[in-house]
C-alpha cells in the first residue's frame, strides 16, 4: 500500500506534469476542474438562494422544498448524469445533452446544502431584530437585504462551503460527459489500468477540496467576526 503512495506522489510531483499542453498536465486539468466547479455552483445559488432567501423570510414551503431537495441529495450524480445525457442527446444533439447533464448532475449536488444554509441563516436572525427593523419603517425587501442577510451570512457561507466541496469531489465524473478537469486523468488511468494515475489525480482533488475547505473557511469568519461587530 506503502508503495502504491509512494509512486502516485512520485508521479504527482514529477515537473513533467505541470508543464502546460502536456499530456495529463496538472495544471490545465486544475484550471478545467475549476471552471466545472464555479459554473455548478453559480447555477446553484442562483436557484437555492433566492428560495432559501423565500422560506425564510416568510417561513413558508419549508417541508415541500427541504422533502425535494432532500431527495435530490440522495440521488447519484453519475447515474443522473448518464440519464439525461440518454435522454436529451436525441432532441439536443450529443454536445448539449452532455453539457446539460453535467451542468444538472452536479448543480443538483450543491442545491441542498446552499438552500439549507441560506433559510436556516436567515431563520435563525433574532425576531426582535426584525420587528424592530419593520417598527422603523423598512419594507420586507429592505429588511431582507439589509438585515436579515448580512447576519445569516455566516451560516450562508457555511452552506455554500458544503455545497462547493461536494462539487468539488463529484466533478471528476465530467469526464463521462467529454469534459476535461482532474476526472480525466483518473479515467485515463483507468483505461490504461495505470493506478500512479487514478491515485495521484484522487490525492489532487483531495488537496484541492482542503484547499479550497480553508479558504471558506476564512471567509466564513471573516462574515462571523463582521456579524459581531456590527
Same mark, same amino acid.
Given at each position: 500500500m506503502m508503495e502504491f503512495l509512494l509512486s502516485a506522489l512520485s508521479w504527482l510531483l514529477s515537473p513533467d506534469r505541470y508543464e502546460p499542453g502536456a499530456l495529463y498536465s496538472v495544471p490545465d486539468r486544475l484550471v478545467e476542474h475549476l471552471q466545472i466547479v464555479a459554473a455548478c455552483v453559480a447555477i446553484a445559488a442562483i436557484v437555492a438562494v433566492p428560495l432559501g432567501c423565500w422560506i425564510g423570510h416568510t417561513g413558508k414551503g419549508r417541508r415541500v422544498v427541504v422533502g425535494i431537495t432532500s431527495a435530490a441529495r440522495a440521488a447519484p450524480a453519475l447515474g443522473l448524469l448518464i440519464?439525461?445525457?440518454? $435522454?436529451?442527446?436525441?432532441p439536443l444533439g450529443t454536445r448539449q445533452a452532455q453539457l446539460i447533464g453535467? !451542468?444538472?448532475a452536479l448543480s443538483v449536488l450543491a442545491i441542498p446544502s446552499i438552500l439549507a444554509g441560506t433559510y436556516s441563516g436567515i431563520e435563525g436572525v433574532d425576531r426582535v431584530t426584525i420587528d424592530a427593523a419593520r417598527a422603523s419603517g423598512m419594507t420586507e425587501w429592505q429588511i431582507l437585504t439589509k438585515v436579515?442577510?448580512?447576519l445569516a +451570512?455566516?451560516? $450562508?457561507?457555511?452552506g455554500l462551503r458544503a455545497g462547493v466541496l461536494m462539487?468539488?469531489?463529484t466533478a471528476t465524473i465530467a469526464s463521462f460527459a467529454g469534459f476535461g478537469g482532474i476526472g480525466a486523468i483518473i479515467a485515463a488511468g483507468i483505461g490504461l489500468n495505470d493506478y500512479d494515475l487514478m $491515485? !495521484? +489525480?484522487s490525492i489532487l482533488v483531495a488537496l484541492l477540496a482542503i484547499v479550497i475547505d480553508l479558504l471558506l473557511a476564512l471567509v466564513q469568519r471573516s462574515a462571523q467576526r463582521a456579524r459581531h461587530l456590527a
Open positions: 440519464l439525461l445525457v440518454m $435522454l436529451l442527446t436525441d453535467c !451542468g444538472v436579515e442577510l448580512p +451570512a455566516p451560516v $450562508l457561507i457555511g462539487v468539488v469531489a $491515485l !495521484g +489525480a
